[in-house]
């Protein structure tokens, strides 16, 4: 899995507390993504970094925040986790943005609110 | 409605036989279209990437195709075994990673 660890793998927490994903990778890959998937839907992105503290919103940015302190891990937190966030999310890692550089994803978090 | 859509949604054929995977985009600008296959309860892996210039790329037994005109592309696999059951995933970018669109996914099922 191109060295990108996803923890915790699973996680059950219930409505309106806060909860962080955390991805870590070996690569030093610049760019570090965040999505959410979700069954008839394709993965759907949330947060990208293209750098330490350099982070952009993606299509489904509401109710998530993320963070970079480091080359290597990429967080992404959930305020007050609601049910329409109940899904599996991946993190991604690209040595670049350029549209034929490989895209590498981590094995997934599966979050439930209840 | 999703730029990206897959068909069929779920296919299932026997081992040793051959598949074909179709996938229309109505994203545009185009710069390259990714084929992933995702495993149960594992993130996407890649097969394949392709830019509007290429019109074919292989991968062991999997084939994939481009049309970059009428905006279509496949996947083909020959000789299918137990191990290809997976989801198989056609990405598009208008322009490069940040951007990527995703379709909703093959379910392939390959019964002995």
């Known amino acids: 899995d191109a060295g990108i660890t996803q923890s915790p793998r699973h996680k059950v927490t219930e409505t309106g507390t806060p909860v962080t994903l955390r991805c870590h990778q070996t690569?030093?890959?610049?760019?570090m993504y965040w999505y959410r998937q979700d069954p008839g839907h394709g993965l759907r992105l949330i947060h990208y970094s293209y750098g330490v503290k350099d982070t952009d919103k993606g299509e489904v940015s509401d109710g998530y925040s993320v963070s970079r302190s480091k080359t290597e891990d990429f967080l992404l937190t959930l305020e007050s986790a609601t049910s329409s966030q109940t899904s599996v999310y991946f993190c991604?890692?690209?040595?670049?943005?350029?549209?034929?550089?490989?895209?590498?994803f981590g094995q997934g978090t599966r979050l439930t609110v209840v | 409605k999703n730029q990206v859509e897959q068909s069929p949604q779920s296919l299932i054929i026997l081992e040793g036989k051959n598949c074909t995977l179709q996938c229309n985009y109505t994203v545009s600008p185009f710069s390259n279209l990714r084929w992933y296959k995702q495993d149960t309860g594992r993130g996407p892996v890649s097969l394949t990437i392709?830019?509007?210039?290429?019109n074919t790329k292989s991968n062991g037994r999997y084939t994939a195709t481009l049309d970059a005109d009428t905006k279509q592309s496949s996947l083909h696999i020959t000789a299918s075994q137990l191990s290809d059951s997976a989801s198989y995933i056609c990405?598009?970018?208008?322009?490069?990673?940040?951007?990527?669109?995703f379709g909703a996914g093959t379910r392939l099922t390959v019964k002995p």
């Open positions: 690569e030093n890959h610049r760019y």
């Open positions: 990405v598009v970018s208008p322009y490069n990673n940040n951007d990527m669109r």
């Open positions: 991604a890692i690209s040595e670049s943005s350029e549209g034929y550089t490989e895209a590498f």
């Open positions: 392709m830019t509007f210039s290429e």
